[in-house]
């Protein structure tokens, strides 16, 4: 079943079209990606289902409910590009005040904090100022606060840039875990490895969708080993 529908999206900032005639289906339970280069538009649209920004044109529903809408918002757990932590607040007070933020009760939120920080591999720095963390730390600190709430939805903006491959993989073997319970996914990225382990996959070039399948399939209707190779023949130029 079709949790998204981004019907005829189009964005313009003043007089630039950065989306242009954008129409996606993403089923409930998927991994889906946004591949392409810098400036394609990958964050645009992603805020665009989030709901930050509003359509020059065109509907995106979400769940039977068009966007923006409050309702959805305790559906969607969205990690931006750029971190919006506290600094002086500790790693654990951070998710505190999200969690009270999402309203939720006092035994839940001890629950939810030592569950996510395990997901991220951060609990043994919980009680650590934000200031004292590292690029990589920071990021993961933002992915447990989009996972606190427990959404349907979860919208991650590049969620592995300054990430050791380690820590990567442990990343999308719990991405992996929470789509078996039913969640749905929305990634943007650049790295080739992260994209082949979408369920499908979306590439954006000047605001365009150039092509959207299985990595296996588009690799496979032309005959290339790579995801690269497809988007370069899709006339992608480079990623
Ligand atoms: N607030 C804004 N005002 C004006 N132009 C913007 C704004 N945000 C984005 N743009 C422009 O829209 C285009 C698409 O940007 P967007 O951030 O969506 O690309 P992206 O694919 O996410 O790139 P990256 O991979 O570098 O994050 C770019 O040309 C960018 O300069």
């Known amino acids: 079943m079709a949790i998204i529908h981004v019907k005829n999206v189009s964005h313009s900032f003043g007089k630039e079209k950065v989306l242009d005639n954008v129409n996606l289906l993403i089923q409930e339970g998927e991994i889906f990606g946004l591949l392409g280069p810098s400036g394609a538009g990958k964050t645009t649209l ?18 039977g409910k068009a966007v ?11 990690m931006a590009q ?15 005040f999200f969690a009270q933020i999402y309203r939720l009760k006092k035994q839940m939120q001890r629950e939810r904090i030592d569950n996510v920080l395990k997901v991220v591999g951060l609990s043994d720095h ?24 427990q959404p349907k939805l979860l919208i991650l903006d590049e969620p592995t ?16 875990k929470l789509k078996e319970d039913g969640m749905t996914i929305i990634v943007t990225t650049h790295v080739m490895d992260e994209a082949e382990k979408c369920d499908r996959l979306a590439m954006l070039r000047d605001g365009r969708i150039i092509a959207c399948d299985t990595p296996e399939r588009l690799k496979e209707k032309l005959r290339v080993s790579s995801l690269e190779d497809v988007f370069l023949a899709y006339g992608g130029g480079n990623l």
């Not at 020059?56 to 979400?62: K, R, Y």
């Not at 809408?69 to 969205?78: F, K, Q, R, V």
């Not at 750029?82 to 505190?96: G, I, P, V």
């Not at 840039?161 to 719990?174: A, H, K, M, T």
């Open 161 to 176: 840039v300054g990430i050791d491959p380690v820590l990567r993989q442990s990343i999308w073997s719990e991405l992996r």
């Open 46 to 63: 992603v805020k665009l289902i989030v709901g930050i920004l509003e359509a020059t044109q065109g509907e995106i529903v979400i769940s």
């Open 82 to 96: 750029a971190d919006a932590l506290y600094s002086e607040l500790s790693a654990k007070e951070n998710l505190q």
């Open 126 to 149: 919980a009680n650590k100022t934000i200031n004292q963390f590292s690029g990589g730390m920071k990021r993961r600190l933002s992915l447990s606060i989009a996972l606190l709430h």
């Open 68 to 78: 923006p809408s409050l309702e959805l918002l305790t559906d969607i757990g969205y």
